[in-house]
């Protein structure tokens, strides 16, 4: 990468040395520890706790149960520990704290719980029929309909009527989530995994009925998210707060591998009947997607699985809707590209059978339903550069060499498959502050209070503002992770870096402007009485156009501002944009079939993505290649699986659920499309989730093409591909 | 209910090239001691069962799992944590190689990581670009930096992609 742009990341100095502190790491006196005791059953209540034998054993310093728990509001967020009820398997019925780690998971273990058990709903199958419209999906309606597309699928000269599966998943970032509650007199300090420090402390301030000034929430580093350190975090952690207000001392709570199960969101597992009509050039005349999934009995979420479906592709006759059934079971959350995700795997599997019905090229068919504007919105695109990613992308990976047959390709013994598939995840942004100051040596600083999820937000709000004031990269400091700084976005939904974007830029342009000011209006400086616009920063200096004079920032600042100089933003988006706004993409996929074994290969997956402006593509490039691995777990590898019977999670372990490693991982080519979108601010579409959108469906069409064996379930396994000779 | 098996013992640790000796439980890990006896957090806690590979260290210049082995089984060895490879303010070429091909994202795995590659190569395990592979999939990564730390190793090991 010879792109400037192409920082390393500012923060990875600090990472490969083991220096970067994360929220556990936190050191704080006197410190205790805290362990859960968590349910077996996935629904009754608690009779009886029986804490004695705990009580006596070394280090025990207290428990928190229904019983002595402290009432908190309800407000949005679900708790634990306010009542006995049961509402799944691995709830919390009660916390042990202790004086170290060890000595509170012996003390947890210690607890007597006594049960009393009501009959569960825990098989998904055995509810379908219970199912019910949710109030939304995701941030979209529940249902959709243009046209009349049953009476254009009777009409259609080709239509299929198809059946997709897509498993739960679990987001599983590598460090697992913990809180460390500190209530000082007047502040209450709370070091926590986030993906959003002001989202967690309105929910910490709601909870426990204080003003939000009355709490301070800081992650200087977060060790992933995915989905699973926002709101389906507020009830572990609030009740980690809980806790240190219960001893009254500072606790520290960490979630074991197995307890981030079923205590931190899961993706849904999915059930979608998906039918399309087409004409016989394979133009579809009609798409009806109708998708059910489980959520929990205390609260609601569904995934908009039926986004993809609404808007990918022109036509003029579609339905959709939403349906959710009530389980005794972990709540759903969002996962990286909820949604778009599992939806697309659907759509995207039945475009290739459609092609296959019509023995048509998948990408003929595609470009031959090409959306020029978003039908389901009504409104056009902000930009939109599918055709262009069709194109790189297929010339990059040679798709124009493919056989239309299946199983004409080999490598040995193996059978080769190509699959591909359509891309897009919608631009999402909301409100965001920023500052960006000089201090007094001539430093830059930027304050902006998001997180860095390992996304590369450090870097690109250092690049932003070093950019507009043209000093050296070297020269900027950026603070993030913390309440204090202004408020900045959540992490997640491709949402942050659309959000801060113009905020540190109108910061940024803001401090030239009063720098500028600065140098001509300080009776010091050599560049006094020079017209402003005759003024330009360049290198750590402010110079004049017009002459060979300048003033270097440092001098100007250790003489003009001793104190420093700040400029704050400010940015809202325009609710009433009056485009549609997608990322779009392109993923082709090879794949090798052991036809005997079953054994699914992924060799190469190339993928082209036009998402606007990109700021570093050095990071855009690992986000997309960790969004395509995020793909490459849902289609070959992930699936949460909770016993039909007792509703616990199987195998609640990284040895048993598996996910992508280093001996699996196909050789990646990545394609960034130039795309300046004058309609988004900063021109900014947000690029994490657009790598997992299309991943799964491009790979399940590739084993389609290797062996002739058709999919329909995620993920797809080794006994799916035993092709029968 | 005292049990002796559980009562805090005088242990002295090589960590680094420095003695620690403090006093931990005989049932302590290697992992828990580093990380809140020696505020050595460094070493990351991914599973605490050894199925992911965060807590990678060196002892004896070979790579173990620290939350699958007892402080009280590593004394006299000599234990080499992230904190430890490299040489003051020089990285280690590892080190160096991971910050060149952005063979990170959230930076939790990257220790363990880091070590695994450097106790594979002190091993003699790789010789190609395949083996590699093989050999670093105990360390689990979640942001997907897979191909950048393969890259990173190849760099170092001097072997081409």
């Given amino acids: 990468m010879n792109d400037s742009r192409s920082a390393p990341r500012l923060e990875a100095r600090l990472k490969v040395t083991g220096q970067a502190r994360y929220s556990a790491e936190t050191q704080i006196p006197g410190l205790l520890h805290a362990a859960l005791v968590t349910a077996p059953i996935a629904r009754g209540r608690v009779t009886d706790i029986d804490a004695s034998r705990a009580e006596r054993l070394p280090g025990f310093v207290a428990i928190m149960t229904h019983e002595n728990a402290a009432p908190l509001a309800r407000a949005a967020a679900v708790l634990h520990l306010q009542g006995p009820e049961v509402r799944f398997a691995g709830e919390p019925v009660a916390v042990v704290i202790a004086r170290s780690p060890i000595a509170a998971r012996r003390a947890a273990a210690a607890v007597d719980v006594v049960y009393e058990a009501e009959p569960a709903a825990t098989d998904f199958d055995l509810f379908l029929g219970e199912a019910y419209a949710p109030r939304t999906a995701g941030r979209t309606p529940t249902d959709s309909l243009r046209g009349d597309p049953e009476d254009a699928l009777a009409r259609a000269r080709v239509s299929l009527d198809l059946r997709y599966e897509t498993a739960a998943n679990n987001h599983h970032p590598m460090e697992p989530q913990s809180v460390i509650a500190d209530w000082g007199p007047d502040l209450l300090t709370v070091y926590t995994t986030t993906q959003a420090v002001f989202a967690h402390r309105a929910a910490i301030a709601g909870a426990f009925g204080l003003e939000v000034e009355k709490v301070r929430v800081v992650c200087e580093y977060l060790g992933g998210g995915f989905g699973a350190k926002g709101g389906a975090w507020y009830p572990g952690m609030i009740l980690g707060i809980q806790l240190a207000r219960h001893v009254g001392a500072p606790v520290r709570l960490e979630l074991t591998r197995a307890q981030m199960f079923t205590l931190v969101g899961r993706r849904q597992e999915t059930r979608q009947h998906l039918r399309l009509g087409a004409d016989g050039d394979g133009r579809l005349t009609a798409i009806a997607l109708d998708t059910v999934a489980p959520t929990s009995t205390y609260a609601e979420y569904a995934d908009a699985v039926a986004t993809t479906a609404r808007m990918m592709y022109a036509c003029p006759n579609v339905a959709t809707t939403h349906r959710l059934v009530r389980l005794n079971a972990p709540q759903p959350n969002p996962m990286r590209a909820p949604g778009e995700g599992p939806g697309s795997f659907a759509l995207e599997s039945a475009m290739d059978e459609l092609a296959h019905e019509l023995q048509l090229d998948p990408l003929e068919l595609r470009l031959r339903n090409f959306a020029v504007r978003d039908q389901n919105a009504d409104l056009s695109w902000s930009s939109n550069g599918l055709r262009e990613c069709y194109q790189v992308g297929a010339e990059a990976f040679g798709w124009a060499g493919r056989p239309l047959a299946p199983g004409a390709l080999r490598d040995g013994r193996r059978t080769l498959g190509w699959g591909m598939a359509a891309v897009c995840y919608p631009v999402y942004s909301m409100a965001s502050a920023a500052s960006v100051a000089l201090e007094s040596d001539g430093g830059i600083v930027v304050r902006c209070g998001t997180q860095d999820m390992g996304t590369g937000t450090i870097t690109v709000l250092g690049q932003l503002a070093a950019a507009i004031l043209d000093v050296p990269l070297a020269r900027v400091r950026v603070e993030i992770g913390d309440t204090l700084l202004p408020e900045g976005p959540y992490s997640g939904g491709s949402i942050a870096t659309a959000s801060f974007t113009p905020a540190v830029e109108a910061a940024a342009r803001d401090l030239r402007t009063r720098l500028i000011t600065l140098a001509s209006t300080d009776p010091a400086s050599s560049l006094l009485g020079e017209a402003q616009p005759d003024l330009v920063l360049e290198d750590g200096h402010v110079r004049s156009l017009t002459g060979n004079r300048s003033e270097s920032l440092a001098a100007l600042a250790g003489r003009a501002a001793p104190g420093g100089l700040e400029a704050f933003a400010q940015t809202t988006p325009d609710p009433d944009r009056p485009v549609s706004a997608f990322g779009f993409g392109a993923v082709f996929a090879e794949v090798a079939v052991d036809p005997e074994l079953g054994e699914v290969r992924l060799k190469r997956l190339t993928a082209a993505y036009a998402a606007g402006r990109i700021l570093n593509p050095l990071l855009a490039r690992s986000q997309y290649v960790g969004g395509l691995i995020g793909g490459i777990g849902m289609a070959l590898h992930e699936a949460t699986v909770d016993d039909k019977a007792s509703g616990r999670v199987l195998g609640d372990n990284l040895a048993d659920y598996l996910i992508p490693v280093q001996a699996d991982m196909p050789a990646f080519d990545v394609h960034m499309i130039h795309e300046d979108d004058p309609h988004l601010p900063g021109g900014i579409k947000g690029i994490g989730m657009l790598g997992t959108v299309g991943t799964a469906g491009a790979i399940a069409n590739a084993v389609f093409h290797a062996t002739g064996v058709r999919i329909r379930r995620l993920p797809i396994r080794i006994e799916d591909c035993i092709v029968q000779a | ?161």
Avoid: W
């Fill in chain 2, 1 to 161: 209910m005292t049990d002796p098996s559980r009562e805090p013992r005088a242990l002295t640790l090589r960590v680094n090239g420095v003695d620690h000796s403090l006093a931990a439980e005989p049932c302590a890990t290697l992992l828990d001691v580093l990380r809140d006896g020696l505020g050595l957090t460094g070493t990351k806690k991914g599973c605490d069962m050894g199925a992911c590979g965060a807590c990678t260290v060196l002892v004896d210049d070979r790579r173990i799992n620290a939350c699958l082995t007892l402080a009280a089984m590593q004394e006299g060895r000599e234990i080499v944590t992230i904190e430890g490879l490299a040489d003051g303010e020089d990285l280690h070429p590892m080190q160096q190689a991971f910050i060149a091909h952005d063979a990170l994202q959230c930076g939790y795995c990257t220790p363990g990581q880091i070590l695994s590659a450097v106790g594979l190569l002190a091993e003699g395990r790789a010789v190609d670009l395949a083996q590699v592979a093989e050999q670093m999939s105990g360390n689990l990564c979640r942001c997907g930096a897979h191909p950048n730390i393969l890259a990173a190793i190849a760099e170092v090991a001097g072997l081409r992609a």
